[in-house]
């Protein structure tokens, strides 16, 4: 039984449990990292800036670094469960607060719907959508077991998907025909296509937020949140890296960017073709992991938003006995249910886009105005980031600007209507 509000010993009734270490947190970024965008972000990107999907890669890696540095010192000095809707609401106010809490939230509920559907695409194509929306329901339920059986099905979800990119990069390199001829020359739309490809490939970078947004449940988040972002970044880097030069020496850009299937073929051309089927495997399951994550992040941030009254008080509500915002975990669900019944994976990808570059530009704001002693790395680091977001978000169509523009103009305009009917 949770203790009383005077027993400060003990989780209170709405109190989540610390039971992350540094190495748990980086698995659950790498499970939201290493997903589904891996196995598909190289293709568009390719068509987009051909051989400079490479550079691209650097630049999306950049504006990556920037954010996860802003988002890290601000979670060491807000070590609570919502990410940047805390650090808006402390740093420029509630209302950008609830702008970032209302990007994130409806941005990842599409990204949701995109790895839900991704895996069921590969897993078994005739019946996508009901598959998705099984997948959805039983990965709510592991999030409802508590945190750590989360990060244990990560743990083993992370571990499949980097043997399957390793075996990616090994037939590439072993039984393929690389050649280096094929880094070159840059094709593509010029400069604007290689930062088009950078918004492409910030997608497959952008999971680094969940462990921010787990901050109610990790151990000592002042010294393990800090870590753990810059440390998973790392490794996803490296990873993507490797997988991408190994795609452009056996394919090229432009069989890369004509292949439906990118990684799939890969292996398929080349000696080791008979092993492309792992490639289909390891897709499934890692868009499975990164379905997990999202679910699992995406639901503090509704706890987040609901304990500070921005959202229906009812869904901070915590379990127990597991010590999990179940309220907000099934509310959560019920939205990606609903999405998923209706939306394609285009479409879900383009709004996710806009919304998360907005979330990430609200944290780099946010970071700017941290003081000397507060700030753990230079202010340009914020400028950085708040640039690149604007920029890769200008990249993005049209519609899924003009998408992302409407929610959160629509969400803001809710809030300043209910809080006008309060009674003072």
């Not at 009734?13 to 992350?20: E, G, H, I, N």
């Not at 895996?119 to 077991?145: K, M």
């Not at 296509?193 to 680094?208: D, E, S, T």
């Not at 704001?365 to 914020?382: D, F, I, K, M």
């Amino acid at each position: 039984m949770a203790a009383g509000p005077g027993h400060s010993s003990a989780p209170g009734p709405r109190s989540l449990a610390r039971r992350l270490g540094t190495g748990d947190a980086v698995v659950v970024g790498l499970g939201a990292m290493i997903g589904a965008g891996v196995f598909s972000a190289f293709a568009p990107a390719a068509r987009a800036a051909g051989s400079g999907l490479l550079a691209a890669l650097g630049l999306a890696a950049v504006v990556a670094y920037a954010n996860a540095s802003s988002s890290a010192g601000l979670a060491a000095l807000y070590p609570r469960s919502g990410g940047t809707y805390v650090y808006g609401r402390e740093r420029l106010g509630d209302r950008w607060g609830f702008l970032a809490g209302s990007g994130f939230v409806a941005g990842k509920a599409a990204s949701c719907s995109a790895m839900a559907l991704t895996f069921a695409s590969y897993a078994w194509p005739a019946h996508a959508r009901p598959l998705a929306l099984a997948a959805i329901a039983a990965l709510v339920g592991v999030n409802l077991a508590g945190i750590e059986k989360t990060a244990l099905v990560t743990k083993a979800i992370v571990a499949a998907v980097l043997a399957t990119l390793a075996f990616v990069v090994a037939a590439a390199l072993l039984g393929g025909s690389p050649s280096a001829s094929r880094l070159t020359p840059f094709a593509g739309h010029g400069a604007y296509g290689i930062l088009q490809a950078a918004g492409i490939l910030f997608f497959a970078f952008a999971g680094y937020a969940r462990i921010a947004t787990l901050g109610d449940e990790v151990r000592d988040p002042e010294r393990t949140i800090p870590r753990a972002i810059p440390a998973a970044l790392a490794i996803t880097l490296a990873v993507y890296a490797a997988v991408g030069v190994s795609a452009l020496l056996v394919l090229g850009a432009p069989g890369l960017a004509s292949a439906s299937a990118p990684l799939h073929g890969v292996v398929a051309a080349s000696s080791w073709h008979r092993g492309s089927w792992l490639v289909r495997v390891g897709a499934a399951v890692a868009s499975l992991g990164a379905l997990l994550s999202l679910l699992a992040g995406t639901s503090r941030t509704v706890f987040a938003m609901a304990s500070n009254g921005d959202l229906p008080r009812r869904l901070a509500a915590v379990h127990d006995r597991r010590r999990t915002p179940y309220l907000a975990e099934l509310a959560l669900g019920a939205v990606v249910l609903a999405v998923t019944a209706t939306v394609d994976i285009r479409g879900a990808i383009g709004f996710s886009s806009f919304a998360v570059l907005a979330y990430y530009a609200i944290a780099n704001a946010s970071a700017l105005t941290l003081t000397g002693t507060e700030r753990r790395s230079p202010r340009a680091v914020a400028v950085i980031g708040l640039a690149g977001c604007v920029v890769l978000a200008g990249t993005l169509p049209w519609r899924s600007v003009a998408a992302g523009v409407a929610a959160l103009v629509t969400a803001v305009a809710l809030r300043e209507l209910l809080l006008r009917a309060k009674p003072n």
